[in-house]
């Protein structure tokens, strides 16, 4: 015992880092937490800044002139910024959900030692991961043979399985689920459909939940699809409505007709800057605020499938 002791002291104390380490590393990480956090100060303070102090002073950290013109100017179109809203959550939740289900079937078909095609199909998720078809052939698949564009399909499929996704969940229920499980059930006279329902998936909520969050925060930044495959306004996400507001300021101006507004009087009461600004500050704060409760997820799924001790 106290060998053993003497040995665990001993290696704590080889793992601990010296004090001036530690320092270092604490500057280090302090200086990493700045640069992530400074945009994201800049970008509030310049919603919150008037258009005639940006363009006489520029950005800054703090306001030189506040004002809730930008808050005010995109609570005034509730329609088109409400309707953003539901299609990103649409796209959201019900994109999480079939990645979901079809990430986890693929890995866990994948994962079982018995399947005669499991060496080649694993190759075929896996080829994706280092060559692709490029751009030119998935827009011909979704837009023309799959007759996807201007659907809200179109920003869901796409998205929905991911090569890295399915390798994580075929190593995770390899090396976490016993097939002494699995053929007990079938021994009972289980399926395989009710074996992976019942059994499997309520046991691996750690690799769920991990999945589920990569899937759920790449559904809610992309912006990407829509302007690719949606010309139809009536679909765009928050994000499309906010690039288009990043690289366009008549985004907004297009529906000047139905608010009873000329497009001349719009664009020219417009707050460009601080409203760009506002609505990325909007984008961003569901992630901001829901990120530390599921921060722990993330470590994990960094961790999913590894050689345990």
Known sequence: MATRTVYESGLDRFNRPSKGVNVLLHLLFFFLAVICVVPMLVVLSISLSSEDSIRENGYHLIPTAFSGDAYGYIAKQGTMILQALGISVFVTIVGTVLGILL???????????????????????????????????????????????????????????????????????????????????????????RIFFSIILPISLPVIATIGLFLCFGYWNDWFQSMLYINNQDLYSLQALLNNLMSNVDALARNASSLGISYAELVATMPKESARMAVAVVIVLPVAFAYPFFQRYFISGLTVGAVKG
């Open 103 to 193: 990430t986890t079937s693929m890995g866990y078909v994948l994962s079982r030692p018995n399947y005669k095609l499991k060496g080649f199909l694993t190759w075929v998720v896996f080829i994706p991961m280092v060559f692709n078809g490029g751009l030119v052939s998935s827009y011909y698949i979704n837009a023309n043979l799959l007759g996807l564009k201007d659907t809200v399909w179109s920003l869901i499929l796409p998205l929905a399985v991911s090569s890295f996704n399915v390798i994580i969940c075929k190593t995770f229920f390899k090396s976490t689920i016993p097939d002494g499980l699995i053929e007990s059930a079938e021994i009972d006279g289980a399926g395989q459909l």
